[in-house]
């Protein structure tokens, strides 16, 4: 009932710019913090930046992501600069505590969106 669509991955360069989304839709009553993750093949999903009023940055990302939230469209955006190699992942949006009309809540995820920095 509730679906994450992203959008904004693919290639760059190393020193290079993008600009992810992810829009949250459904019966959706509120979300209390929306963010991005992401994972690299053979490591573990990390936090990237989360946000719910406050926000959140891994230390290797502080000072070239920026997140941002459009609470009246449920999105959250992530600006990436600088990218870096290590920076290939496939990042994931997810969307906490999300309160919907059958007043239950729970957590979703998008589908994952690529992310290629080359050097």
């Known amino acids: 009932q509730v679906q994450l669509v992203e959008s904004g991955g693919g290639l760059v360069q190393a020193g290079g710019s993008l600009r992810l989304s992810c829009a949250a839709s459904?019966?959706?009553?509120?979300?209390?913090?929306m963010g991005w993750y992401r994972q690299a093949p053979g490591k573990q999903r990390e936090l990237v930046a989360t946000t719910g009023g406050l926000t959140d940055y891994a230390n290797s990302v502080k000072g070239r992501f920026t997140i941002s939230r459009d609470n009246a469209r449920n999105t959250v955006y992530l600006q990436m600069n600088n990218l870096q190699p290590e920076d290939t992942a496939v990042y994931y949006c997810?969307?906490?505590?999300?309160?919907?009309?059958?007043?239950?809540?729970?957590?979703?995820w998008g589908q994952g969106t690529q992310v290629t920095v080359s050097s």
């Open positions: 997810n969307a906490d505590r999300v309160y919907t009309l059958d007043l239950q809540v729970h957590d979703y």
């Open positions: 459904g019966s959706i009553l509120s979300i209390s913090t």
